[in-house]
């Protein structure tokens, strides 16, 4: 589903316009980049938790060359799927 696809369908649903719907979505996202970037966890009811996690440096391989790299630490955002979604799709 693509994000027009998703603006439609919302709009559609709850009766509101799709830019007022994108004013919201917007908002959304922009308030779960602010609190990842804090290092905070995001509860997602229903769906799951977005955490930010740290990856320690570590040693690598380049498969090409067979040399050893340095992989630099790193932070990544995972995700955490509620058990009520992962029954409901699988």
Known sequence: MTKG???GAIA?????SKK?????LDAYND?????LKKDKKVKLP?????AVK?????VGRNPMTGATIQIPAKKVV???IAKDLKTAVL
């Open 12 to 16: 559609e649903k709850s009766a509101v």
């Open 46 to 50: 229903g769906i799951g938790i977005l």
């Open 78 to 80: 995972k995700m955490r």
């Open 5 to 7: 696809e998703m603006l």
């Open 31 to 35: 308030l779960l980049i602010k609190t």
């Open 20 to 24: 007022q719907v994108k004013e919201v």
């Open 54 to 58: 740290h990856r320690k440096a570590r």
